[in-house]
């Protein structure tokens, strides 16, 4: 089924541990983004990138980084993760500023910082 | 700043009948759009409706409407009928305008329990 592909669905990491999130599209879609989940907040923007080769912060960067490898993946990397990292990462990808079909969400990835 | 409120966690609705869960947002662009996702127990995040700020008529689809207010600066989406299968949490967004328009902002949810 076309959509958006995200790997792993489950991590548990040590503190100072790093680990890259991947997620993957196969809609053509020129945007990508992530956000993260936690409980009462809805959903943060973390990177986004508009279109491949560019890359942009979004609300809460800092801890992460982001690289589009090209038109379809869109990686997210942890360099020294902490606790306050533990969270519901999602992937998500739409035409060019989300128009009348909104984002298309990958299913989560679920990491448990310890 | 851009910033979208849902001030209801929790809602009740008996099965069949009509809900409607508020949201209010604030924003100086004149060109944004405002989008209602589900979020089921299972976790996924599935897109519903979407309503342009320019758009005159009320976003429509299916058992699913957005009443816009734009001077209100609400857009509230009112689910008809409603089914056990609505039960989900349910999120307000808002795509901001201009030359940020990549980015979409979430509200914090409102859970939704159907009752049989």
């Known amino acids: 089924n076309a959509g958006v592909t995200q790997t792993p669905k489950f991590q548990v990491l040590k503190t100072g541990q790093s680990m890259t999130l991947q997620c993957a599209q196969d809609m053509n879609h020129n945007s990508m983004y992530w956000y993260r989940q936690d409980p009462g907040m809805g959903l943060r923007l973390i990177y986004y990138?508009?279109?491949?080769?560019?890359?942009d912060k979004g609300e809460v960067p800092n801890g992460y980084n982001v690289s589009r490898l090209n038109k379809r993946e869109f990686s997210l990397r942890l360099e020294s993760a902490a606790p306050s990292q533990t969270s519901v990462y999602f992937c998500?990808?739409?035409?060019?500023?989300?128009?009348?079909?909104?984002?298309?969400f990958g299913s989560g990835t679920r990491l448990t910082v310890v | 700043a851009q910033k979208i409120t849902q001030t209801q966690p929790g809602m009740f609705v008996q099965e069949k009948e009509a809900v409607t869960l508020d949201c209010t947002y604030d924003?100086?662009?004149?060109?944004?759009?405002l989008f209602w996702y589900k979020q089921p127990s299972s976790g996924e995040m599935i897109f519903l409706i979407y309503?342009?700020?320019?758009?005159?008529q009320n976003a429509t689809e299916g058992r699913y409407s957005l009443n816009f207010q734009k001077a209100r600066k609400s857009a509230n989406l009112v689910i008809s009928a409603s089914q056990l299968g609505d039960s989900a949490m349910y999120f307000c967004a808002m795509r901001e305008g201009g030359t940020g328009g990549f980015k979409t902002i979430f509200g914090a949810g409102t859970r939704l329990f159907v009752k049989a």
């Open positions: 309503q342009g700020s320019y758009d005159e």
């Open positions: 924003t100086s662009d004149q060109s944004y759009g």
């Open positions: 998500a990808s739409s035409e060019a500023r989300a128009g009348k079909y909104g984002y298309t």
């Open positions: 990138s508009a279109s491949e080769g560019t890359t």
